[in-house]
């Protein structure tokens, strides 16, 4: 069997808070816990979850922008901790990252034509003619004229500067774009218009995405898996549809319950998300979700449920929900009490 094309095994990222100029190191932040995961060639996961659970981190970890406090990443089976100077920039060709605001992420000073062929002359040197080609091209590919080869960032609108930033993914050919929020600071008619380009990329050009949103609706519409993630671990991993058909942690029942869904006549069985999510800093024992879930019994405030594979190809982290966990003999608790 072929390896996928990424694979992430126990992936661990935690911070080191400094507490003052002299001091000795502070709270340690457990951003990423223990996060698995793999994604095929032309396929679409998701990442979801509440704003500070971890998903830009785990992106960045993906791209190497941060080290792994502990965990693999594997591309084609080859672990990318490994890899040479060279071998690297291989990698990092093949791998590109979308940003939430693709202001701030574009260079103002640089003319469209200058930011998409950018990164492409790290790696080979182009004439002006060339280059104003591929500028050309790549606009194209985005759905954008080649006369805005010549704009500045400041001169375009967010959703253009979205498509340039997408542009600018697409120069090296990448088989795995990571796209980390990058819709949800745009208009709902300008969101769609550019979900529809990252789908039409995708059947045209066989790209992977890992996509990362607090929005289901968004995730609905483009996923084929997702992994939803709190307090940094993932708490069920599944194919999009029967996720949003019957979500099982409740977690993930509580998010769709709260989203806005555009399907009226889907079940509404779980009240709205109580309280806040936890502090990463002193997450609570046992099941991270326990203080905020209705269902919680004894179990989950002292022990952390594992992912468990279910039959329809989902995995679920959940003592009382994901039946294939062993309920503990009697006795068991008050052994690990
Ligand atoms: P999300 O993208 O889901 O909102 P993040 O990955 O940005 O979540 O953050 C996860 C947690 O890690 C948060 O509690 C955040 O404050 C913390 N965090 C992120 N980056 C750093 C950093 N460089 N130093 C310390 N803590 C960080
Ligand atoms: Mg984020």
Partial sequence: MSSPLLKVENLTKHYMLRQGFLTKDGPLVRAVEDVSFSVDAGETLCIVGESGCGKSTLARLLMRIVEPTRGRVLVDGTDIAGLDARALRAWRRRMQMVFQDPYSSLNPRLTAAQIITEPLENFERLSRKQRDALAADLLHKVGMRPEMMHRFPSELSGGQRQ????????????????????VS????????QILNLLLQLQQQMGIAFIFISHDLSVVDYIGHRVAVM???????????????????HPYTEALIAAAPV???????????????????????????FHPRCPFAIERCRIEMPSLVPMTDGRSVACHVRS???????????????
């Fill in 323 to 337: 039946p294939a966990q062993d309920i503990p003999r009697k006795g068991l608790l008050n052994e690990i009490r």
């Fill in 163 to 182: 498509r340039l930033g997408i542009a600018r993914a697409l120069a090296l050919e990448p088989s795995l774009i990571i796209a980390d929020e990058s």
């Fill in 230 to 248: 709190y307090l940094g671990r993932i708490v069920e991993l599944a194919p999009c549809e029967a996720l949003f058909a019957k979500p099982i």
């Fill in 262 to 288: 555009p399907d009226p006549t889907r079940p509404r069985s779980m009240p709205p998300l109580d309280g806040e999510v936890p502090s990463p800093i002193s997450p609570p024992r046992g099941c991270a």
């Fill in 185 to 192: 600071a745009l208009d709902v008619s300008v969101q769609a």
